[in-house]
């Protein structure tokens, strides 16, 4: 069953299904080209003797199955085939690459970390199909923004800049230090929420702008203000040498493009791929150069700060990768901080180290698992902080996972987070295979869930904001465990749902058939 005509346009009537019909024949298009760049990349791996060709095999073999059987049938919400792209991504590219943590374990480790990705995205899909089999598509009624839904993607485009505004001019004056008095009589928790608003109305206007963008509504004039905007917008964000708030916002612009255009964006993927690598590889010298201390930025820059500020992170960006060539020929072993201060972008998203590491713990050391200690801590974590001041860390399931494996003492997990992710926390809490069957079963189910009950609801709508921000939550899930994804995803949707309450009217909305226009 299909939501909607796969020539759509983008109306008044366009629901997330729609929309999302785009994402499936891309992605039917670009599954054979995918598997047929796998295969090859596998066999080289192979016929070079490079460790961990096979388990690259296998987690190449899981992506693809997944892949095809999404296309196969689904009707909405692509949150099965980011999964699956995003495991490729942190755990086969580590491996296609040759990243030095392959040779810090042994080949059976690497293998064992193959075996667990390939069973999580089968158990995953198969899960999903079983899921699209039991439930059914809610029926066509929506909270909808209704006076921008009757003007189309002019509307959007009007709403999505006005929003883009709101939240430039917040950073602007945040910039200015014209807001500490606003925050000081704010009560105490209350801040969190003011800056997930924020993130939020940023990320949703950015999303409707691509929109038009991407399906060709918009004129010239709008494309190079929202480009302008977009710019200026991520370097306010990343001044205090935070990239997560910057990246939040191009991956929404990434989604909006890829949704509307139906094909992926590669010009503007490998400006923001290469920008945030370049800058990520220079941004623990300037955090040690300007932060009031090692856990949190001191202060945020006026608009007349940055150019001077980006001048010299890039000057220390590329002082860093001359440095990481010069330590890469002399083979050396640097201290840890050294090789923090010189991270790059791909050793962010290497979670195959951290599922080496919890398979090593495991099977080497013989750490008993938590058996789910780790999500256990979820449901008390969603009471409002300004309700319970004292409540436990939100990263207090990373917390459990670093010092019961032996990675962190609790007295340093207040100063530095060591990211996991959701695979080797599920390994850490129930051990081999269980872990990534439990997991991929209760994803597939609940995307098969979650992608019903939104395939009918309206793009311009509360549930069509609450879709784009699971979306955006999930695709930057790479080192969150449960607890951090749960409680951040729980907090954008009180928000959305508090701030478009007022403006939103519960509409059913069905498209013309077209011998009725």
């Given at each position: 069953?299909?939501?909607?005509?796969?020539?759509?346009?983008?109306?008044?009537?366009?629901?997330?299904?729609?929309?999302?019909?785009?994402?499936?024949?891309?992605?039917?298009?670009?599954?054979?080209?995918?598997?047929?760049?796998?295969?090859?990349?596998?066999?080289?791996?192979?016929?070079?003797?490079?460790?961990?060709?096979?388990?690259?095999?296998?987690?190449?073999?899981?992506?693809?199955?997944?892949?095809?059987?999404?296309?196969?049938?689904?009707?909405?919400?692509?949150?099965?085939?980011?999964?699956?792209?995003?495991?490729?991504?942190?755990?086969?590219?580590?491996?296609?690459?040759?990243?030095?943590?392959?040779?810090?374990?042994?080949?059976?480790?690497?293998?064992?970390?193959?075996?667990?990705?390939?069973?999580?995205?089968?158990?995953?899909?198969?899960?999903?199909?079983?899921?699209?089999?039991?439930?059914?598509?809610?029926?066509?009624?929506?909270?909808?923004?209704?006076?921008?839904?009757?003007?189309?993607?002019?509307?959007?485009?009007?709403?999505?800049?006005?929003?883009?505004?709101?939240?430039?001019?917040?950073?602007?004056?945040?910039?200015l230090d014209l807001l500490d008095s606003l925050e000081s009589a704010m009560p105490g928790g209350s801040?969190?929420?003011?800056?997930?608003?924020?993130?939020?109305?940023?990320?949703?206007?950015?999303f409707l702008v691509a929109l038009t963008i991407g399906g060709g509504e918009a004129s010239f004039l709008?494309?190079?203000?929202?480009?302008?905007?977009?710019?200026?917008?991520?370097?306010?964000?990343?001044?205090?040498?935070?990239?997560?708030?910057?990246?939040?916002?191009?991956?929404?612009?990434?989604?909006?493009?890829?949704?509307?255009?139906?094909?992926?964006?590669?010009?503007?993927?490998?400006?923001?791929?290469?920008?945030?690598?370049?800058?990520?590889?220079?941004?623990?010298?300037?955090?040690?150069?300007?932060?009031?201390?090692?856990?949190?930025?001191?202060?945020?820059?006026?608009?007349?700060?940055?150019?001077?500020?980006?001048?010299?992170?890039?000057?220390?960006?590329?002082?860093?990768?001359?440095?990481?060539?010069?330590?890469?020929?002399?083979?050396?072993?640097?201290?840890?901080?050294?090789?923090?201060?010189?991270?790059?972008?791909?050793?962010?998203?290497?979670?195959?180290?951290?599922?080496?590491?919890?398979?090593?713990?495991?099977?080497?050391?013989?750490?008993?698992?938590?058996?789910?200690?780790?999500?256990?801590?979820?449901?008390?974590?969603?009471?409002?902080?300004?309700?319970?001041?004292?409540?436990?860390?939100?990263?207090?399931?990373?917390?459990?996972?670093?010092?019961?494996?032996?990675?962190?003492?609790?007295?340093?997990?207040?100063?530095?987070?060591?990211?996991?992710?959701?695979?080797?926390?599920?390994?850490?809490?129930?051990?081999?295979?269980a872990g990534s069957i439990c997991l991929g079963i209760f994803l597939g189910v609940l995307f098969a869930?979650?992608?019903?009950?939104?395939?009918?609801?309206?793009?311009?709508?509360?549930?069509?904001?609450?879709?784009?921000?699971?979306?955006?939550?999930?695709?930057?899930?790479?080192?969150?465990?449960?607890?951090?994804?749960?409680?951040?995803?729980?907090?954008?949707?009180?928000?959305?749902?508090?701030?478009?309450?007022?403006?939103?009217?519960?509409?059913?909305?069905?498209?013309?058939?077209?011998?009725?226009?």
């Amino acid at each position: 069953m299909r939501a909607g005509p796969r020539t759509a346009p983008l109306d008044r009537y366009t629901d997330i299904g729609e929309l999302s019909e785009k994402v499936r024949l891309a992605v039917r298009r670009l599954a054979v080209p995918l598997a047929a760049v796998l295969v090859i990349e596998a066999t080289y791996l192979a016929y070079s003797s490079r460790p961990g060709a096979a388990a690259f095999a296998m987690m190449a073999a899981g992506t693809c199955i997944a892949l095809v059987f999404w296309s196969q049938r689904a009707i909405g919400l692509p949150l099965l085939p980011v999964m699956v792209i995003q495991n490729l991504i942190i755990y086969a590219v580590p491996i296609a690459t040759g990243h030095e943590v392959i040779s810090t374990y042994p080949p059976a480790f690497v293998f064992s970390a193959g075996i667990e990705v390939l069973i999580f995205d089968v158990a995953m899909a198969m899960a999903w199909m079983l899921g699209m089999r039991l439930f059914r598509p809610s029926p066509p009624a929506s909270h909808a923004l209704h006076e921008f839904n009757r003007a189309g993607s002019r509307g959007w485009a009007r709403l999505g800049f006005v929003m883009i505004a709101g939240a430039t001019a917040f950073e602007v004056l945040q910039g200015l230090d014209l807001l500490d008095s606003l925050e000081s009589a704010m009560p105490g928790g209350s801040e969190a929420i003011l800056y997930a608003l924020v993130s939020v109305v940023s990320a949703c206007g950015f999303f409707l702008v691509a929109l038009t963008i991407g399906g060709g509504e918009a004129s010239f004039l709008g494309k190079a203000v929202f480009w302008l905007l977009l710019v200026a917008n991520a370097m306010m964000s990343a001044s205090d040498f935070l990239l997560s708030a910057a990246t939040a916002n191009l991956i929404t612009v990434a989604i909006g493009l890829f949704w509307s255009g139906g094909r992926l964006p590669w010009r503007y993927l490998t400006v923001a791929m290469l920008a945030l690598s370049f800058l990520n590889t220079g941004k623990y010298t300037m955090r040690a150069r300007y932060w009031g201390n090692v856990d949190a930025p001191a202060t945020h820059r006026s608009l007349g700060q940055l150019p001077a500020c980006y001048t010299e992170w890039a000057r220390v960006s590329y002082d860093a990768i001359l440095e990481n060539k010069t330590e890469l020929a002399q083979a050396t072993n640097d201290s840890k901080a050294q090789a923090n201060k010189n991270q790059t972008l791909l050793d962010r998203v290497d979670n195959l180290q951290n599922l080496l590491f919890v398979i090593d713990a495991i099977e080497t050391n013989h750490i008993k698992p938590l058996e789910g200690k780790t999500y256990s801590v979820i449901p008390p974590l969603l009471v409002p902080r300004i309700l319970w001041p004292e409540k436990p860390r939100t990263h207090e399931g990373q917390i459990l996972l670093n010092v019961h494996f032996g990675r962190q003492d609790l007295e340093s997990t207040f100063t530095t987070y060591v990211a996991w992710g959701l695979l080797p926390e599920a390994y850490g809490n129930f051990g081999p295979f269980a872990g990534s069957i439990c997991l991929g079963i209760f994803l597939g189910v609940l995307f098969a869930w979650i992608e019903n009950f939104t395939a009918r609801k309206l793009l311009v709508s509360t549930e069509g904001f609450l879709s784009l921000s699971l979306l955006m939550n999930l695709m930057n899930s790479f080192e969150m465990v449960a607890s951090v994804l749960v409680t951040s995803t729980f907090q954008s949707f009180v928000v959305i749902v508090a701030a478009s309450m007022p403006f939103v009217h519960r509409t059913v909305a069905r498209r013309p058939e077209p011998e009725d226009d």
